[in-house]
Every structure is written in structure tokens, then in C-alpha cells.
């Protein structure tokens, strides 16, 4: 069987944690900003912890090698 190799995309999306979680930058930061609330704009900062069974598939179909 040939090697699986990792989703370019994936790779510059998403990081994986010493203990297996997903990582992934929030999305809704590029442009618009002007209709955004400063609370918004605010609570968009930083990076979350994507669900488990969300998590569990990325890995598995998109980065096989960590």
C-alpha cells in the first residue's frame, strides 16, 4: 500500500496538541470588519479547540501523519 500522504490545506489549517486535540485559527476575521462589533471582533482573537468527533476526522482522512 503507498504511503497516505497529508492534505496541504489541512496542514496550514490546523495543528494537532501533545494530547491529540485539533487546534484551528477562527474564521471570520479577513474583511468586513466595519460591520462588526468591537465584541465580535474581539471574541474572533486566538485559536479554539475544535470538538472531538470533529478533531477525530481530521486527523484520520487529512492528517494521517500527525
Known sequence: MPKLKTKSGAKKRFKI?????VIYAQSGKRHGMIKRTNKQIRNLRGTNVMFKSDGDKIIRFFLPNG
Open 17 to 21: 496538541t501533545a494530547t491529540g486535540k
